[in-house]
């Protein structure tokens, strides 16, 4: 093939050596405008994982940077006046600068026409008179610009601020410098990359930037190579101490704005992206260099794998988008986190050593305990002793109490519609459904929505509380619940607005029904989606009956005796119609600004808090994001959480979206948590309120996770006690947990062993003659790096 190259990071020198070892028959042509010595950058790290495929497939590369690579295992936290120690973790890192000799070196080696100080020839040029061309020209790549339509590029520039800097400190470990300034939180993310400096990255949000007089330099345009050195003074006195005498290095050194890069596609006819050009991941989680060589290897791999181009484009793309993607949710969970690390800056040292290490939810309780136990125990400690609590019990099992109601467990089976109710009334199927659930073991039951008139069900299946034969059919199960197990039930009471009138689940979500409709109402007379219904518009008079049949319910579900009621003010139905712009464009004094928008949600749960027993506690459900731009935000969440536990919420429980049809989440494990722990930490907590997170949690080790960060205090999982009625249950007997956080009622005592599986009771013979010696824990797990390590490491290798 004849290969053009355009960009000379280290993502295309490392593909343009993989091709030339290949086939050197090859014909590979790479531009660098910049000259081989114009290195930006101080330190890469890389993951043992990206280090063995490297090592497959290029061993002398593999070779010489294993042989400059600074290696440790600990991760030091220093928050407030306190430094946390993290082992187990595994880090390597060289030079950038070493790394881009090597590859600039083992190209000419294998014959690759390698130009620096040189601009590439007008693309057109390259398309036409070559196979291949490879645009690895970075975040800001032009090749990308050039064809935007074929890639649809969508850049999302971040608010905070970074500067990328060193110091000649050698940080023996990962360094996260969490600093509380008279200007706001500033943090420090740091690394050894040799045995004579350190990669010191600082950041901080632009209202702290801003407050700090670091916009001094705003709208300075510095050329390349040149640093803001009036900054990296400030920098440097404001981390003196973090610096213990040391200087900070600068090169190019400058306020920069991360931006993730993503692209629909990464292929235009014989064109190809890699690295940042594709893709970028928030420096919090990984490194661009990693990314952009792994995509080297996968790429040459599919190359030369497929007899034509199209077919190893497409190879190359399905085989690293999915890897690039998780990597991707990962750094937008991480990047999201440190923009918002002043809000933890209430938290005890130890809560947020462990929120921090589990931000990208990449690592958790489990994980960590495997990595270095003694400080998972630590974690687990401190929860328990935090909130005068049992030590013994995983997080999950930890009794909570909400308002006056004491549940024995931090689980809730969240509310899940079956449409499985005749004329509003649940039956026996409702019995079963929820009934399993509480002896499944979970603190608290949710029914459904429970709506509070016929028309405001959502289809004919739905369950309501608006007549005695349904107050009598509820009670059944409030009583087996209350009889046969431990569990608590709370009831969740609404009204589905403009998302009325639709067709069972199964038989075709949020579609019209064909026959025995009824006409919906909303907040304006906008369709949920092209093929609803148009709602009536709702008046004062409508208003106010929707309001008394919120209160009749609310009654009712009294009479029933649910222990917790939760009003449902999310997912687009009617009060999530009220609250979102996206629905309500009214232009009275329920329309408008959130203010106003607010007003009838809030009469409602003003008219329910009012009916329901002031001894039992009252929550609501809210979506914290519409996911559609002009909807509600983060920000929005936080507001509306505040108004309701203004107005006496004991809980929010948090979850998403379902506004509107055109909505575009953002699907992944736990994606709902962030805005639970963000509504947590800024309005709930303060108050006193618990915050019920929701969302694609599906693992024990999840739950134990977000409740020891402090991101919830109860979990709601629904498709998972779907797949597992008993899911609660297992958790403890996984955890090898007994005791009143989660007992098996006797009838199902004798299975509450985990049944042995496939050759788990083998007893395997002694297969070595001699026995390993035990090696020194603590050793194995901590791991520092010192120019000493270097040394003995060389002294071996020779």
């Not at 890069?261 to 014989?270: A, D, I, L, P």
């Not at 990449?362 to 998972?376: C, G, K, S, V, Y």
């Not at 694609?696 to 402090?710: E, F, K, M, P, R």
């Amino acid at each position: 093939m004849k290969i053009a190259i355009v960009g000379g990071g280290p993502g295309g020198l490392y593909f343009a050596a993989l091709m030339k070892q290949l086939d050197p028959s090859h014909d590979i042509t790479l531009w660098e405008r910049n000259a081989a010595t114009d290195t930006f950058g101080f330190g890469v790290v890389f993951s043992d994982e990206t280090l063995g495929g490297i090592g497959n497939a290029d061993p002398v590369v593999a070779e010489y940077m294993s042989r400059r690579f600074a290696r440790w295992s600990d991760i030091d936290i220093h928050f407030g006046a306190e430094t946390l120690t993290v082992g187990g973790q595994g880090f390597a890192a060289m030079s950038r600068k070493e790394l881009l000799q090597l590859l600039q070196h083992r190209c000419i080696e294998l014959g690759v026409d390698v130009r620096f100080s040189t601009v590439a020839p007008p693309v057109a040029d390259l398309e036409a008179g070559y196979d291949l061309v490879l645009a690895s020209d970075g975040v800001n790549s032009q090749i990308r610009a050039m064809y935007a339509e074929s890639f649809g590029p969508n850049l999302d520039p971040r608010a905070n601020k970074f500067m990328w800097l060193g110091t000649d400190l050698v940080f023996e470990a990962f360094k996260f410098f969490v600093k509380d300034t008279e200007f706001g939180t500033m943090q420090i993310h740091g690394y050894p990359y040799s045995d004579e400096g350190s990669t010191f990255i600082v950041e901080m949000s632009p209202d702290v930037w801003e407050a700090a007089g670091f916009n001094e330099s705003a709208g300075e345009v510095f050329p390349p190579g040149v640093s803001d050195q009036k900054a990296i003074d400030k920098i440097r006195r404001i981390f003196a101490d973090e610096l213990q005498g040391h200087e900070i290095l600068a090169n190019n050194s400058k306020w920069l704005n991360f931006t993730t890069v993503r692209n629909h596609s990464w292929r235009h006819g014989n064109i190809v992206l890699l690295g940042d050009a594709a893709h970028t991941a928030h420096f919090s989680i990984g490194s661009g260099t990693k990314l952009a060589m792994e995509d080297s290897l996968a790429l040459a791999a599919c190359l030369h794998e497929h007899s034509d181009l199209e077919s190893a484009l497409v190879a190359y793309e399905t085989e690293r988008r999915p890897v690039v993607e998780s990597t991707q949710r990962a750094a937008q969970a991480s990047l999201e986190w440190f923009e918002r690390i002043g809000q933890y800056k209430g938290q005890d040292p130890t809560q947020f050593a462990f929120n921090l290490l589990t931000r990208s939810r990449r690592i958790t309780q489990e994980n960590l305990r495997l990595r270095d136990p003694e400080f998972a125990d630590a974690v687990d400690r401190h929860f328990a002793e935090s909130q005068g609590l049992p030590e013994t019990a995983p997080a999950m099992f930890q009794p909570y109490r909400i308002g006056e109601l004491e549940l024995k467990n931090r689980i809730v089976v969240s509310p899940m519609d079956m449409y499985s109710a005749v004329d509003g009334v649940p039956g026996d199927f409702h019995l079963v459904h929820l009934g399993s659930k509480a002896l499944g073991g979970a603190g608290l039951v949710m029914t459904e929505m429970v709506c509070v008139s016929a028309e405001g069900r959502i289809t004919p299946g739905c369950s309501g509380l608006y007549t005695d034969e349904q107050r009598d059919s509820w009670k059944s199960v409030v009583d087996f619940v209350h009889g046969r197990s431990t569990a608590k039930i709370g009831v969740q009471i609404g009204h589905s607005g403009r998302k009325g009138s639709t067709r069972l689940m199964w038989e075709g979500i949020d579609e019209p029904l064909e026959s025995g409709n009824w006409e919906p109402v909303g907040p304006s007379a906008l369709p949920y989606g092209p093929g609803n219904q148009t709602p009536r518009e709702i008046d004062r008079a409508g208003m106010d009956k929707v309001k008394a049949d919120f209160v009749e319910a609310t009654l009712r579900a009294e009479a029933a005796g649910f222990d917790l009621l939760e009003v449902h003010a999310a997912h687009g139905y009617l009060l999530s119609s009220f609250l979102s712009p996206i629905s309500n464009q009214r232009t009275d004094e329920y329309g408008g600004s959130l203010e106003n928008r607010l007003r009838f949600p809030l009469e409602v749960f003003d008219a329910v808090r009012a009916a329901w027993p002031a001894g039992k506690p009252m929550t609501v459900r809210i979506s914290a994001t519409d996911w559609i731009d002009g909807g509600n935000s983060s920000d929005d969440s936080v507001d509306i959480a505040r108004a309701f536990i203004e107005h006496g919420a004991a809980g929010i429980d948090v979850s998403t979206g379902q506004v509107a049809k055109e909505e575009k989440p953002a699907f992944g494990r736990s994606y709902q948590t962030p805005f639970a722990d963000r509504i947590r930490q800024e309005v709930a907590a303060p108050a006193g309120v618990a915050v019920i997170a929701v969302g694609a949690i599906s693992t024990y080790d999840d739950v134990n996770s977000l409740l020891l960060a402090g991101r919830a205090d109860l979990v709601a999982l629904g498709r998972t006690h779907l797949y597992d009625p008993q899911w609660t249950l297992h958790a403890a007997a996984e955890q090898e947990y007994r005791g009143p956080g989660c007992e098996w009622i006797p009838q199902f005592r004798a299975g509450r062993r985990k049944p042995p599986s496939a050759r788990t009771d083998a007893v395997r013979p002694r297969l070595s003659l001699l026995r390993e010696m035990d090696t020194d824990e603590a050793s194995t797990t901590h791991l520092r790096w010192t120019p000493s390590t270097r040394i003995a490491e060389t002294v071996l290798a020779q």
